[in-house]
DNA sequence: CGGGATCCGGAGGGATACTG
DNA sequence: CAGTATCCCTCCGGATCCCG
């Protein structure tokens, strides 16, 4: 809002000759690179993907998630909590009881996320096979 | 195709009691989480952000890409490259010339990953809030 | 110009133990 | 159960050099 610092959303439209190739604020210090870079970290995503409509304890992401720590589950929620995309409710009972779900804001963000998914649900097997084309391509290059 | 290995699209809808949590293949070893994994990565989608309707050369996306080393864009395209999302085009010419454009598969993914960025640069103020409220909170707690 | 090969430091992230 | 704290090590990724 402050001041026009972020080009936004010029996206494409105009090739106009070779004046400027960029398009959009890719900066390193960009807000939007520091949030680009929190979404698309892969226990992030996953999270966000398994919070679709229902609310989730810490021991069961753990279990849904195959493959990640304690450590790294506590962390991300923490980093997702921090940008007001997950909510935590402790209850208070014996023994410790905390439900992660997505804020309205996360819910948002999971629309986008949530086709990403289906995207790759939806490729797998064309990406399989440019994968085995490439491998063959390099291994016919080394012979 | 093969068995019916993936659970794919089961997504939200039935919340069927508490039998099972789970709604899609999240283990580690599954195709799926191998290609998350590739479109998670920073470097990635940025490159896929920027070659929106254009085709850069090398040297081009380094420059707009602010903080990637030249390692990790040659890095980085030539994984897209081998998951057939990028095309390398090498012009025969002195000094050498290698064009790099999305191919139809990638052009697919760059709808996504536009969503994405559009909703982060939406959201940003909100993130940028919640992220605040957060670190003054917490602030408050040490005191 | 467009990279590949090598070296290397630091952070990311795993394993374990402990607490409320 | 739901984490935090500590230790420790891998490997990600930057810097540098070199070549076609």
Redesign the interface.
């Known amino acids: 809002?402050e001041d026009g610092t972020?080009k936004?959303?010029g996206?494409?439209e105009s090739?106009a000759d070779d004046y400027d190739?960029?398009?959009?604020d890719?900066?390193?210090d960009?807000?939007?690179?520091q949030?680009?870079?929190r979404?698309?970290?892969?226990w992030s995503?996953?999270v966000i993907?398994?919070l679709?409509?229902?609310s989730?304890r810490f021991t069961?992401l753990r279990r849904?998630?195959?493959?990640v720590s304690q450590r790294m589950l506590s962390v991300t929620l923490r980093h997702l909590?921090?940008?007001?995309?997950v909510s935590r409710t402790v209850h208070p009972v014996v023994p410790p009881r905390v439900d992660y779900a997505l804020t309205p804001?996360g819910r948002?963000?999971h629309q986008?996320?949530?086709?990403?998914?289906?995207?790759?649900?939806e490729?797998?097997?064309?990406?399989?096979?440019?994968?085995a084309?490439?491998?063959a391509r390099r291994e016919m290059m080394d012979a």
């Not at 849904?64 to 493959?67: A, F, P, T, V, Y």
């Not at 986008?112 to 649900?121: C, D, R």
């Open positions: 809002m972020f936004s959303l996206y494409c090739t190739v960029k398009q959009w890719t900066r390193e960009c807000e939007v690179r949030i680009l870079d979404v698309a970290d892969k995503l996953l993907a398994l679709d409509c229902q989730l069961q849904e998630i195959d493959g909590e921090r940008d007001g995309l804001l948002t963000l986008t996320i949530k086709a990403l998914v289906i995207w790759t649900e490729h797998q097997q064309e990406i399989a096979r440019a994968r084309d490439y491998d």
